[in-house]
């Protein structure tokens, strides 16, 4: 907690998920998750359409290219922050990769409907901050920060 | 705002029902819950999908009617039938026959709901072309747009605002009999429905302010007197042919059966039936996993309308028999003349107007709230034991969990928490006997003979 940020005690939740690279039957069982819990804490819906988007952009990123992943996401109530952290090849040039239509995904990929060099530029127009890190030949780190607008 | 105060066709009949859990462990939206012996169901949970009736071993889910000599108070009593009618009865017994034993039962007009389906049809597909974002989905099933509605409000806005078959023939034919001369308090429309979503959709519409219909007429209870009827003529072999109504196109026949609507929209489109298929496929679509779709036909129950809860027949026999008919009408125009004629004033009518969100997911309207309330059921549900045994009157340990949260329970409804609070010596065995009582009803647990299943009950 911030000192001096709020009179009232600011609350916070977090959750985590483990993701197994390769297992593409399973991308999109962690988003489903954290869609569930925002639905029960009454985040608008345009507000998780976009933060779910994008947590699914990356959980399949993860199950394309990493060997295993981990997804925490941590919940407040003026923000959600998600760090999406893969043991991997790494993105040896982030600003090539966040171009629409790059791809290194193979064809085998490709052919399961994955891997149309969509998944950065999506992941980007959908969160409100997007922050990438990435270390070739041991992993990846990605956070995705989205701003929850004070209710009425 | 979230609207409230909605109207649901599925009532308990308090005193057939035995609180049996059949209806508790199929509701997709988990909206029943056991009180006092019986069922309970939550309204603003409830989209009348129909489910908790088909599993009720004694029957004691049914839907509300209106009473049939209700027509009586009209002049111009009108019966709108939908397809599926036709689909139950046995080869033998013509539509002509039909519709003509209807007006012997009363009504002055018989219409057919798929009459208007050809324009339906071609102003989704204009209104499918203008969506900014796809798929779009159809408005047809009331108990899909309900489901959206409560689960899935993302998806509100890729609802095509266009209306279904019930309500557009409804509108069409009550704009025709007015312009006969007929005074718009002298015509009476009735549904004959095969599912009790429809009944909810006319007694409270999903977008529009009022029905365009007056009243709905079980199909089962219809087909039963029609049949009858029917019978009875064969029997003294006076069969009169009745009177022909227009023919409907194939396409309009098989409307209402899965792959109705799919088959004829533009670009790839999906048929989906049965409401767990479409609650798992509206998930993966909410996360955006569901890529290049235009249309989305989703249906409540399996083989769609066949399958409507007050169907009678086989649902799989009644869509071979709807297919066989639909084969004998090919060359029949799929937008009838006398529609063309309306075509200006069925434009102005197809819009279903606004669709609200009813979110029944949130464990609070404040999201610190919610998040403290969560927090709350993380906690609970560290004690309780994940069997799901629904012993608590509550579907599963999550649901009892966020009832005690919503203080509509407590963690003493779990049989096995009482064990653990008994063997701790904080709850004694008589008072969780009516712990036990409340949830199940009065002496549940002495012997009784007469049960289901039990030594003196005969029924097979």
């Given at each position: 907690m911030k000192p001096g940020s709020s009179l009232f005690i600011d609350f916070e939740m977090k959750f985590k998920y483990e993701i197994e690279g390769g297992n593409f039957s399973k991308a999109g069982n962690a988003s489903s998750a954290v869609k569930k819990i925002l639905k029960q804490l009454n985040v608008p819906p345009s507000i998780i359409k976009k933060l779910v988007v994008a947590l699914y952009e990356g959980e399949v990123n993860v199950v394309a290219h990493a060997w295993n992943g981990c997804i925490r996401v941590d919940i407040e109530t003026d923000r959600i922050f998600v760090s999406i952290e893969d043991e991997g090849p790494g993105i040896p040039d982030i600003a090539q990769a966040m171009q629409e239509g790059f791809s290194t995904a193979s064809q085998a990929v490709r052919e399961m409907g994955f891997g149309a060099g969509m998944g950065l530029p999506n992941m980007k127009k959908n969160a409100d901050v997007l922050d990438i890190r990435s270390d070739v030949g041991k992993g990846t780190v990605v956070e995705i920060t989205t701003f929850l607008k004070k209710q009425e | 705002m979230t609207a409230t105060g909605f109207y649901h066709a599925l009532k308990v009949d308090e005193d057939k029902c035995y609180g049996c859990t059949h209806c508790m462990n199929v509701c997709p939206t988990t909206a029943i819950r056991i009180k006092n012996g019986v069922a309970n169901i939550r309204p603003d949970w409830c989209v009348d999908c129909g489910e908790c009736m088909r599993a009720c071993p004694v029957d004691a889910i049914f839907v509300e009617q209106d009473d049939f000599n209700r027509i009586l108070d009209y002049k111009c009593r009108v019966a709108l039938v939908p397809a599926v009618l036709i689909g139950?009865?046995?080869?033998?017994?013509t539509e002509a026959e039909i519709f003509s034993v209807m007006r012997e039962l009363g009504f002055t007009h018989v219409f057919q709901t798929e009459h208007t389906s050809g324009l339906i049809k071609r102003t989704m597909i204009e209104a499918a072309r203008e969506a900014e974002e796809k798929p779009v989905i159809s408005s047809f099933c009331p108990a899909i747009v309900r489901l959206i509605q409560i689960k899935f409000p993302a998806l509100l806005d890729q609802v095509l605002p266009v209306k279904p078959p019930i309500d557009a023939s409804a509108v069409y034919f009550r704009k025709r009999l007015e312009d006969e001369g007929y005074a718009p308090e002298e015509i009476g429309i009735f549904y004959v429905t095969p599912c009790a979503a429809k009944i909810a959709a006319v007694k409270s519409p999903v977008g529009e302010q009022e029905s365009p219909l007056d009243g709905v007429i079980n199909m089962q209870f219809i087909y039963n007197k029609i049949y009858k009827l029917i019978k009875s003529r064969h029997e003294t072999s006076s069969i009169s042919p009745g009177e022909m109504l227009p023919f409907l196109s194939p396409a309009a026949i098989k409307y209402s059966l899965t792959g109705g609507e799919a088959s004829h929209m533009e670009g790839r489109c999906l048929a989906i039936d049965e409401i767990h298929n479409v609650i798992e496929f509206l998930e993966k679509l909410e996360n955006d996993e569901i890529d290049r779709v235009d249309f989305l036909e989703l249906r409540a129950c399996d083989q769609s309308c066949a399958g409507g809860v007050l169907v009678g027949g086989n649902r799989f026999l009644t869509t071979e028999r709807l297919n066989k008919r639909a084969g004998r009408f090919k060359g029949v125009a799929d937008i009838p003349g006398d529609i063309k004629a309306y075509t200006h004033f069925m434009e102005q009518n197809l819009d279903i107007g606004p669709l609200e969100p009813r979110s029944m997911m949130a464990l609070d309207e404040d999201m610190g709230e919610a998040m403290r309330k969560m927090q709350q059921v993380r906690h609970l549900m560290c004690f309780l034991p994940g069997i799901d045994c629904a012993a608590c009157g509550a579907p599963n340990c999550q649901s009892l969990a966020e009832d005690i949260v919503r203080r509509e329970s407590q963690l003493s409804a779990c049989v096995f928490i009482q064990r653990m609070m008994e063997k701790h010596r904080k709850l004694s065995g008589e008072h969780a006997l009516k712990i036990i009582e409340k949830i199940w009803g009065a002496n549940r647990l002495d012997k009784d003979c007469d049960k289901k299943g039990a030594e003196n009950n005969t029924e097979v």
């Open positions: - | 139950q009865f046995p080869e033998k017994v």
